[in-house]
């Protein structure tokens, strides 16, 4: 008997029945653009082997006008239909089903020559669109007609039309972007023309044994986005049109509430697709933040949709699915939703890969086999380098131990498990201690090696992470002077008042710690939805609540400083970065750059302020945090290379600048699949 009887039930569409209610919803990986359609065809076949019932490409553009970006792949030529009959073909052979995204960008296009209903530029891009004409709209719906068409040619099951996100076909639809007024603009009836004559032209074009997916923003979350009833006359519109199934768009690229980050709740969009429930006939799809099959079950028992949609998932882990089959789910690698080196890689125009999963999008390239010969292989730190490293040799067949000096896996994860906000670490460390018993690890905890402990083996690994860096400011060995590992670790007392030096990934982390009491929001829906103004798209436009964000007021006064005179959080993530200064601001986190340290006293923290020093201020705050970077802890591998022994030295061990979990994860992989 399976725990997941909803999920695993088969659907039958008619023409063609899924095998489960999993959909791979769509991700735009940039491997279509490599050309390299070996590889392309190999991502979707690992996936399709494991299990996704229906995968969704990434958004293939009807036209040139209409992609994200220029050169954006698309299905344009006769030879496009050949390279994606490569990838259908594998999928097929594979026992898949695929359905090719057709996205056109409209005014988000990052191209000069983009277009949209009316020519309003949007914020996220730097190019205003040309407005289309009669002739021009009729061009755009006929090469999207076209796309969908040689999408059948080239074998795919189907095509999700994007209708979401605030793309071209949503962009028709309310009137922060439409101001039209003839037919395409004015009343909703003529403002969804578009989307339902494009799903209707569409069904013509390819018949009736097509999959056709329309996905429909639910809730833009924009105070000019639609209100519900018409989501439920566009969704009866297009399922009357011809679509067989409607998919979930959560939020426009602009708006300014996070739809899909680690700090949204698990889930947290279920309930705005559960509202169109039993209101269409088609089966409805939902998606965001969905990254187990736990909560999938309960979602789809919960009577929120028929259908699941979980995209970043099938990167952290292509088996997803059969490993729930094979009711081994606690061996699935999760994704913790930190868009780290999916979302963060498509925006700065790299290859997606997953932190968690160095091998997702690299199939082709980093493959990890068995060992040839077996060797003992000791690993000093088990932090994400030295777990990854240890998982994946002894996955290969060594006999590996792993130390570490703590009681516990996981380095400094398990400060970042501790941030509000970032509670999917938890998963993380906890899959890692799955994996090593599943792989037969010895793990030995409490243990700070010395070289001498380390003579018993063929190879040896040194990952033994950081130490922070010591600012050196005058003063700073007073007792209010705290480093983050006091604070995130050793939960040392903190004040009302707090400075905290260094605004880098770790100094805004700890200022989310410290302005937070009680429950994290991520794990309390209600209180999430009020802090960041989520309201019904039933009672107001959009879904924005016309209250407005209401976050509980902050635990502590918190300054965070830094010396540089760039805006603080500028290095953050690039999904993300936005999120983790708007949500310091609605604490009233004071955030000040330019900053040069001066002493601490029994007054507070000296500081100025400006290039020229002008401005002087004194913090008089309770306790001062020192985030102040990191630097190697090479003292083992300095102590190893002094008694002759070469170890190799991965994660913080080898690099402190720059260094993420993406980064230590993957170079321990990459070295346990050379070992
Ligand atoms: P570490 O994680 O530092 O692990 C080193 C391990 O070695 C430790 O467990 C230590 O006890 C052990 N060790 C050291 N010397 C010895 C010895 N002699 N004997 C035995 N054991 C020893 N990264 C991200 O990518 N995304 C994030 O969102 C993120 N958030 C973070 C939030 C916070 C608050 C912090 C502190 C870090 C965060 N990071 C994040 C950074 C990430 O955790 C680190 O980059 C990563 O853990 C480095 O991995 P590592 O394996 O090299 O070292
Ligand atoms: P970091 O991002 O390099 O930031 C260090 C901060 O300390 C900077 O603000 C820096 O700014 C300041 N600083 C450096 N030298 C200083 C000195 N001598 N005196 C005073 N201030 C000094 O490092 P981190 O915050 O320690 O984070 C460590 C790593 O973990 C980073 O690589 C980060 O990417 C990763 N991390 C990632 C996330 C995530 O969400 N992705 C979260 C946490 C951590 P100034 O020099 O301008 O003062
Ligand atoms: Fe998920 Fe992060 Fe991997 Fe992206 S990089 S798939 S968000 S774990």
Redesign the pocket.
């Given at each position: 008997m399976t725990s997941y009887p909803n999920l695993l039930s088969p659907l039958d569409l008619g023409h063609v029945t899924l095998p489960n209610r999993v959909i791979m919803g769509s991700m735009h990986t940039g491997l279509e653009e490599t050309k390299d359609w070996a590889r392309v065809a190999e991502f979707y076949v690992a996936r399709a082997r494991g299990g996704a019932g229906l995968m969704v490409t990434g958004g293939m553009a009807p036209n040139r006008e209409g992609g994200v970006f220029p050169g954006a792949a698309g299905l344009f030529t006769d030879e496009d239909i050949a390279n994606h009959a490569t990838v259908t073909d594998a999928v097929h052979d594979a026992g898949g089903r695929i359905a090719m995204q057709i996205l056109h960008a409209g005014r988000y296009a990052y191209g000069p020559e983009c277009v949209a209903p009316s020519p309003i530029k949007s914020p996220i891009s730097p190019f205003t669109p040309t407005e289309l004409d009669e002739a021009g709209i009729e061009k755009q719906i006929a090469d999207i007609v076209t796309a969908a068409a040689r999408a059948r040619q080239a074998g795919y099951d189907g095509v999700e039309i994007m209708g979401s996100e605030g793309y071209f076909i949503n962009q028709f639809l309310v009137t922060h972007t439409n101001k039209r007024t003839d037919r395409w603009g004015g009343p909703y009836e003529n403002r969804m023309r578009l989307p339902v004559e494009v799903v209707r032209r569409v069904r013509d074009a390819v018949g009736d044994d097509f999959i056709v997916i329309y996905r429909l923003s639910m809730i833009d979350l924009l105070p000019e986005g639609s209100t519900f009833d018409e989501v439920v006359q566009l969704a009866r519109a297009v399922e009357a049109a011809g679509a067989d199934i409607i998919n979930t768009g959560i939020g426009w690229h602009e708006a300014r509430v996070p739809t899909i980050v680690t700090s949204v709740p698990r889930a947290g969009f279920a309930w705005v697709t559960k509202k169109l429930m039993g209101k269409v006939g088609v089966p409805v799809v939902t998606s965001n933040r969905i990254n187990t099959p736990e909560v999938a079950e309960e979602l789809l028992a919960d009577g929120c949709a028929d259908l699941i949609s979980m995209a970043r998932p099938f990167l952290a882990d292509a088996d997803f699915v059969a490993k729930a089959e094979a009711g081994r789910a606690e061996t699935i690698a999760p994704c913790i939703a930190?868009n780290?080196a999916c979302l963060d890689h498509t925006f700065s125009g790299k290859i997606s890969t997953c932190l968690v999963n160095p091998q997702a999008c690299h199939e082709t390239e980093l493959v990890i086999t068995p060992t040839q010969q077996a060797k003992r292989i000791g690993i000093v730190g088990a932090g994400p380098a030295g777990l990854s490293a240890a998982m994946t040799a002894a996955q290969r067949g060594h006999d590996v131990t792993l130390f570490d000096r703590e009681p516990r896996i996981g380095g400094?994860l398990n400060m970042?498990r501790a941030i509000p906000g970032k509670e999917e670490f938890d998963g993380l460390v906890d899959w890692y201690q799955t994996m090593l018993a599943d792989h037969g690890v010895t793990l030995r905890l409490g243990q700070a090696v010395e070289p001498g402990g380390l003579v018993d083996f063929d190879e040896v690994v040194v990952a033994t992470g950081?130490l922070?860096?010591d600012?050196?400011?005058p003063g700073q060995d007073r007792p209010n002077v705290l480093s983050?590992v006091d604070v995130l670790k050793n939960r040392a007392p903190v004040g009302r008042r707090v400075a905290i030096?260094?605004?880098?990934?770790?100094?805004?982390?700890v200022a989310e710690f410290l302005v937070h009491e009680g429950d994290s929001p991520t794990e309390n829906l209600a209180e999430w939805k009020a802090e960041w103004g989520v309201g019904d798209p039933a009672d107001a436009r959009g879904g924005l609540a016309p209250e407005g964000p209401q976050p509980a007021p902050p635990a502590r006064q918190v300054t965070l400083?830094?010396?540089?005179a760039e805006r603080?959080g500028k290095?953050?993530?690039k999904t993300?970065g936005w999120i983790?200064r708007l949500s310091l601001r609605m604490k009233q986190v004071e955030m000040l750059?330019g900053?040069t340290?001066h002493g601490i006293d029994e007054e507070g923290l000296h500081i100025t302020l400006g290039e020229d020093a002008a401005e002087g201020r004194c913090l008089q705050v309770d306790t001062i945090v020192l985030?102040?970077?990191?630097l190697s802890d090479r003292r083992l591998a300095e102590a190893l290379e002094a008694r002759g022994t070469a170890p190799h030295v991965i994660g913080g061990a080898d690099v402190a600048?720059?260094?993420?979990?993406k980064r230590a994860i993957d170079q321990g992989t990459r070295l346990a699949a050379t070992l």
């Amino acid at each position: 008997m399976t725990s997941y009887p909803n999920l695993l039930s088969p659907l039958d569409l008619g023409h063609v029945t899924l095998p489960n209610r999993v959909i791979m919803g769509s991700m735009h990986t940039g491997l279509e653009e490599t050309k390299d359609w070996a590889r392309v065809a190999e991502f979707y076949v690992a996936r399709a082997r494991g299990g996704a019932g229906l995968m969704v490409t990434g958004g293939m553009a009807p036209n040139r006008e209409g992609g994200v970006f220029p050169g954006a792949a698309g299905l344009f030529t006769d030879e496009d239909i050949a390279n994606h009959a490569t990838v259908t073909d594998a999928v097929h052979d594979a026992g898949g089903r695929i359905a090719m995204q057709i996205l056109h960008a409209g005014r988000y296009a990052y191209g000069p020559e983009c277009v949209a209903p009316s020519p309003i530029k949007s914020p996220i891009s730097p190019f205003t669109p040309t407005e289309l004409d009669e002739a021009g709209i009729e061009k755009q719906i006929a090469d999207i007609v076209t796309a969908a068409a040689r999408a059948r040619q080239a074998g795919y099951d189907g095509v999700e039309i994007m209708g979401s996100e605030g793309y071209f076909i949503n962009q028709f639809l309310v009137t922060h972007t439409n101001k039209r007024t003839d037919r395409w603009g004015g009343p909703y009836e003529n403002r969804m023309r578009l989307p339902v004559e494009v799903v209707r032209r569409v069904r013509d074009a390819v018949g009736d044994d097509f999959i056709v997916i329309y996905r429909l923003s639910m809730i833009d979350l924009l105070p000019e986005g639609s209100t519900f009833d018409e989501v439920v006359q566009l969704a009866r519109a297009v399922e009357a049109a011809g679509a067989d199934i409607i998919n979930t768009g959560i939020g426009w690229h602009e708006a300014r509430v996070p739809t899909i980050v680690t700090s949204v709740p698990r889930a947290g969009f279920a309930w705005v697709t559960k509202k169109l429930m039993g209101k269409v006939g088609v089966p409805v799809v939902t998606s965001n933040r969905i990254n187990t099959p736990e909560v999938a079950e309960e979602l789809l028992a919960d009577g929120c949709a028929d259908l699941i949609s979980m995209a970043r998932p099938f990167l952290a882990d292509a088996d997803f699915v059969a490993k729930a089959e094979a009711g081994r789910a606690e061996t699935i690698a999760p994704c913790i939703a930190c868009n780290q080196a999916c979302l963060d890689h498509t925006f700065s125009g790299k290859i997606s890969t997953c932190l968690v999963n160095p091998q997702a999008c690299h199939e082709t390239e980093l493959v990890i086999t068995p060992t040839q010969q077996a060797k003992r292989i000791g690993i000093v730190g088990a932090g994400p380098a030295g777990l990854s490293a240890a998982m994946t040799a002894a996955q290969r067949g060594h006999d590996v131990t792993l130390f570490d000096r703590e009681p516990r896996i996981g380095g400094q994860l398990n400060m970042a498990r501790a941030i509000p906000g970032k509670e999917e670490f938890d998963g993380l460390v906890d899959w890692y201690q799955t994996m090593l018993a599943d792989h037969g690890v010895t793990l030995r905890l409490g243990q700070a090696v010395e070289p001498g402990g380390l003579v018993d083996f063929d190879e040896v690994v040194v990952a033994t992470g950081v130490l922070p860096r010591d600012p050196g400011i005058p003063g700073q060995d007073r007792p209010n002077v705290l480093s983050y590992v006091d604070v995130l670790k050793n939960r040392a007392p903190v004040g009302r008042r707090v400075a905290i030096v260094g605004a880098g990934g770790i100094g805004f982390d700890v200022a989310e710690f410290l302005v937070h009491e009680g429950d994290s929001p991520t794990e309390n829906l209600a209180e999430w939805k009020a802090e960041w103004g989520v309201g019904d798209p039933a009672d107001a436009r959009g879904g924005l609540a016309p209250e407005g964000p209401q976050p509980a007021p902050p635990a502590r006064q918190v300054t965070l400083l830094q010396r540089k005179a760039e805006r603080p959080g500028k290095r953050l993530g690039k999904t993300t970065g936005w999120i983790h200064r708007l949500s310091l601001r609605m604490k009233q986190v004071e955030m000040l750059s330019g900053v040069t340290y001066h002493g601490i006293d029994e007054e507070g923290l000296h500081i100025t302020l400006g290039e020229d020093a002008a401005e002087g201020r004194c913090l008089q705050v309770d306790t001062i945090v020192l985030c102040a970077g990191q630097l190697s802890d090479r003292r083992l591998a300095e102590a190893l290379e002094a008694r002759g022994t070469a170890p190799h030295v991965i994660g913080g061990a080898d690099v402190a600048a720059e260094l993420d979990a993406k980064r230590a994860i993957d170079q321990g992989t990459r070295l346990a699949a050379t070992l």
